[in-house]
């Protein structure tokens, strides 16, 4: 399908399809979207990547980065980007960045394709129903994802495995005496922070010990101080021994509230935290589950590039452990009461 051809189809001039296809504001927005959804269904993409397509060579990644509430301002993603970039740079291999937010995500996606600004994307913060996969895998768009969803179709992802990061550090935490455990963690839209709360709640149903205290907060350190407060102020029978959080700026805000309480870290109480080992949130003595975002951003321009680089349809998959470090931040139950 060449210009042409979907000019003649639509009955539209090839000077009006090229603007649509590249965001000119003076398109009337109706015409815009019947541009956007003819090129997808007939195929049509700008010459210009047609041919490096055609020539093998694709020059350049989208990542959409659903700029909401629960994600705002990450340095994890950033980190993870730096890498990423960085990877596909050497290979002479561009990343645009585009922040969007829920609402017109599919929108943002379909005119980068169809407009010829990207040839494949990296999605990110993946949920358990994914639409921006679904739509991808339907409209047949190269795609690799950072985390999995439970689409039960094959596609290439990357992926840290959440569930037994947090179900180790659990029964760590159960081996160590505690029996009442806190649990700070995002929404379970998201499905690493639905992965995470099953192995804690996996792990605490297998050693029969008390339902633990679970409390939703966004991946940074205001929301997780609220969190640690209504955790701390319980009373004596529902009070967590140990608290695990889902981030390292959740644990800064679970330390501010200790401070305020007047409670003392691993001797009141026992805290870890996932860490995606961002030198800038670095909190010393901090017992972690660490899984570096820097690992993360390189795995998934490998993982690409595989993609890029073959004609076949072939599905990439990595899923990495996460490793338990224990540190000050922890103590047995009865050394804590001692």
Known sequence: MNLKELSDILGISQTTISRALNGY???NKNTKKRVEEAALKYGYRPSSVARRLAGKKVEAVGVIYPFDESLRSSPVFLE????????LRQEKIDLFVIPGNLKE?????????????????????????????KWLLDKNIPFVSHGRSDLDKQYSWYDVDNRDGIARATKTLIEMGHR???????????????????????TITEYSVGSPVCLEADLEEN??????????????????????????????????ALAE???????DVSVIAWDDDVTDIKIPGMSVIKAPARDSGERLGELML???????????????????????????????RA
Do not use: H
Request: hydrophobic content about 40%.
């Open 105 to 133: 995500e599919i929108t943002l996606y379909e005119r980068m394709y169809t407009g010829g600004r990207v040839d494949s994307f990296i999605v990110v913060a993946t949920r358990r129903d994914d639409e921006r996969i």
């Open 80 to 87: 993870m980007i730096r890498t990423l970039s960085t990877r």
């Open 25 to 27: 504001p003076e398109v």
């Open 180 to 202: 009442k455990i806190g649990f700070i963690n995002p929404s379970d839209d998201f499905n690493f922070a639905w992965e995470r709360k099953q192995g804690l709640m996996n």
């Open 223 to 256: 929301a997780a101080y609220r969190a640690a407060l209504k955790l701390l102020t319980l009373g004596s029978e529902q009070r967590p021994s140990a608290i695990i959080c889902s981030s390292i700026l959740n644990a800064k805000g679970v330390l501010k």
């Open 261 to 267: 309480l007047q409670l003392t870290l691993a001797k």
């Open 306 to 336: 595989n993609i890029l680089r073959k004609d076949d349809k072939q599905s990439y998959q990595e899923l990495k452990k996460a490793e338990v470090v224990l540190n000050e931040s922890v103590r047995s139950y009865e050394a804590c």
